[in-house]
């Protein structure tokens, strides 16, 4: 399917029918998959992994045409997604993570047995900053499927034959483990009518998006208003704020400006974990520090962007900082030639500028920075009590430093899903105990992460079995324990 935004009826109507038959199509694999056993599904996994290796001589040349990203940063994209799925498909076949509960007592008679079960069908929105990683068979796609759940797949525009490849790794992967080709389905379509028309399906049970705050949002919006609303999982954007301690600025002033600058112009930017606020202590020598970064900026080359929307975007946000009056620009990187290229910028502000203006709480996405000075310790934690919620926060302290602003951690605890001390947000984990997710606008639920094995409780719901035979229940709650899972027992992991 490739149908543009502006449509008629008819279109319309084709559009809606392509959804139709892939959701139903899904919907009928959700009734095989979610019966299908651990074994069989983390086989699964472990065999897109396996063609997405295969496909990788052909794949990353592809991909870097279509994005401009260098060719090893793709290498290590497409490692970590091998890692990502192989990650999901030990977590199956070790089985704990159903998180089985027992309560079985004789007086009084009591028999209460709960495991988590499959959603239904998940809506998958890719993201275009991440080809690999948070596309095709990325963690929401991933995660979904170690759930027991079929995904339809909406591509981002931004790499459609990457994305063309990818599927076709993971539909090998299903006819080679026997599993109903419906199991993934892709759709394709430049305009936003697809996305809508495919949150708003019946047999849709849940969504999972990484983009900007506009398309979580709407989509948001929308599963709210269906008759039978639906959870959506969105990833929408985060400034990652960054925070720098008085001693630790003063000892290692060079080195932090170097690690932040270097971390805000990673990948031209677009990451969403960038750090895009640094709020700076009130000392002396914080001219010394702006200075040093001013130079590494100044000193930055331009890169090619993702998308020409996103050009545009960041060069909007760039003018709009850049006509306030209360906002510097410290300092610009060289700017380039070519097209959809993005100069770094560096602004800074005080903090009474900073609180009373919301729109430099917004994300800036691409290499750009806003540095905010404070001129005294009370303004330090007002910013952090101010903020949105973000995907990350940092702290950049010495011990003492972090003894003197402790309260600083209490407060980001509640701003951020991540916290940080003496490091930079970029460069994100996957690993059981990673958390990528944070209060609104980070996020639509501040329960969730999208990175991480945890990304499964997205897609799946508690049941509670009471006084069931044995041959009934499933076999995460049978007495002999059949899968070998670690399960709670009246209170007591066994």
Not at 298 to 320: D, E, F, P, R
Request: hydrophobic share 45%; proline share 6%.
């Amino acid at each position: 399917m490739n149908n543009t935004a502006s449509i008629g009826q008819d279109v319309e109507e084709a559009i809606w029918a392509n959804i139709h038959i892939s959701v139903t199509n899904a919907y009928t694999a959700f009734e095989e998959y979610k019966k299908t056993s651990p074994a069989i599904k983390a086989l699964f996994l472990q065999t897109i992994a396996a063609e997405i290796v295969l496909a990788a001589p052909s794949l990353i040349p592809v991909t870097q045409q279509e994005t401009a990203l260098p060719v090893a940063r793709l290498e290590g994209e497409l490692q970590r997604t091998v890692k990502q799925l192989n990650l999901f498909a030990d977590l199956l076949l070790e089985g704990s993570w159903v998180r089985a509960v027992i309560d079985v007592k004789e007086n009084p008679s009591v028999d209460i047995r709960q495991v988590q079960v499959s959603l239904g069908v998940v809506a998958v929105f890719g993201a275009s900053n991440f080809p690999f990683a948070f596309s095709v068979a990325g963690g929401d796609t991933v995660s979904a499927l170690a759930a027991g759940c079929p995904v339809v797949y909406k591509a981002h525009p931004g790499h459609p034959e990457t994305s063309t490849l990818v599927a076709g790794c993971i539909a090998r992967a299903a006819a080679k483990t026997g599993l109903n080709p419906a199991v993934f389905t892709m759709l394709s379509s430049n305009g936003i009518e697809a996305g809508q028309a495919l949150v708003k399906h019946p047999l849709i049970s849940a969504v999972a998006f990484t983009g900007s705050f506009r398309g979580g949002k709407a989509l948001f919006d929308a599963a709210a208003k269906r008759p039978q609303p639906i959870p959506v999982y969105a990833e929408m954007g985060s400034v990652n704020p960054v925070f720098i301690l008085p001693r630790m600025l003063h000892d290692n002033g060079d080195d932090i400006a170097a690690k932040i600058v270097g971390s805000n112009h990673q990948g031209v930017g677009q990451f969403c974990t960038n750090p895009g606020i640094v709020v700076m202590p009130p000392l002396h020598g914080v001219q010394s520090f702006m200075a040093k970064s001013a130079e590494l900026v100044g000193a930055s080359k331009s890169g090619i962007m993702l998308t020409a929307g996103m050009q545009v975007a960041y060069q909007y946000g760039v003018q709009k900082f850049a006509q306030k009056t209360q906002v510097r620009l410290l300092a610009a990187g060289q700017p380039g030639s070519e097209a959809k290229t993005a100069t770094p910028h560096l602004f800074v502000t005080d903090a009474d500028n900073f609180l009373n203006d919301q729109e430099l709480h917004e994300e800036l996405f691409g290499p750009s920075a806003l540095f905010v000075e404070t001129s005294q310790k009370a303004e330090v934690f007002t910013i952090a009590r101010q903020l949105q919620g973000q995907l990350t926060a940092t702290i950049w302290g010495t011990d003492e430093d972090l003894a003197e602003f402790a309260d600083l951690i209490h407060i980001l605890e509640g701003k951020a899903g991540r916290l940080l001390i003496n490091g930079v947000p970029t460069g994100v984990e996957v690993t059981a105990a990673m958390i990528h997710g944070g209060p609104y606008p980070a996020t639509t639920d501040a329960r969730t992460t999208s990175v991480g094995t945890d990304a499964i409780y997205r897609f799946t719901r508690p049941v509670c079995y009471q006084n069931f035979p044995q041959f009934l229940l499933p076999d995460a709650l049978k007495d002999e324990n059949p899968l070998n899972i670690t399960r709670m027992r009246n209170g007591k992991l066994v």
